[in-house]
T-cell receptor, first 117, second 113 residues
């Protein structure tokens, strides 16, 4: 089956630094990728929709200047948490959809646990 | 706006017992409904989905779910639980042609041997 690789799986950083998370579709081209955030014991919340070659679409309440998304190729999207603070500590998950497919063909990465000290 | 409620945060069942995980949704139109499973440190895996047609859908690993429009529910069931089913289960509703998923808060399933 299709595989989405997310890296790193865990990262610890100091407050004020930036962290980049990568999401790669390994065996298909993903025109659309999604970034979610999951707080402990809470649901996944959609942060933004990333479209290859265009600007990401952010959900209401998500700071686009803080969570920079780049989808420069059909197999890679990155999420950069800029000037991270402890409240940004969370589990971030990406998902990718092969071009032209509906969400029944949505594949998830294994997530990144971000801890900001 | 759409929403998903999973009223049970934790459920514990004995291996071999039957299982039902509840999911209620709120959405103004015909929803696309999904159940996902998440094992520790893993991404989400799709168990099954409902888009239209037969309201009883079969999924992987022996799971099934029934869409009941009158009750706005999409409960997940399994007749006999295996220890390997211990995980967190998320119900989700897709809108915009299924393009955006709204997830419930999840149900943590523990299986006692």
């Amino acid at each position: 089956g299709a595989v989405v690789s997310q890296h790193p799986s865990r990262v610890i950083c100091k407050s004020g630094t930036s962290v980049k998370i990568e999401c790669r579709s390994l065996d298909f081209q993903a025109t659309t990728m999604f970034w979610y955030r999951q707080f402990p014991k809470q649901s996944l919340m959609l942060m933004a929709t990333s479209n290859e070659g265009s600007k990401a679409t952010y959900e209401q309440g998500v700071e686009k200047d803080k969570f920079l998304i780049n989808h420069a190729s059909l197999t890679l999207s990155t999420l950069t948490v800029t000037s991270a603070h402890p409240e940004d500590s969370s589990f971030y998950i990406c998902s990718a959809r092969p071009g032209g497919e509906s969400n029944e063909k949505l594949f998830f990465g294994s997530g990144t646990q971000l801890s900001v000290l | 706006a759409q929403s998903v409620t999973q009223p049970d945060i934790h459920i514990t069942v004995s291996e071999g017992a039957s299982l039902e995980l509840r999911c209620n949704y709120s959405y103004g139109a015909t929803p696309y409904l999904f159940w996902y499973v998440q094992s520790p440190g893993q991404g989400l895996q799709l168990l099954l989905k409902y888009f239209s047609g037969d309201t009883l859908v079969q999924g992987i690993k022996g799971f099934e779910a029934e869409f009941k429009r009158s009750q706005s529910s999409f409960n997940l069931r399994k007749p006999s639980v295996h220890w390997s089913d211990a995980a967190e289960y998320f119900c989700a509703v897709g809108t915009g042609g299924g393009n955006k998923l709204t997830f419930g808060t999840g149900t943590q399933l523990k299986v006692e041997l």
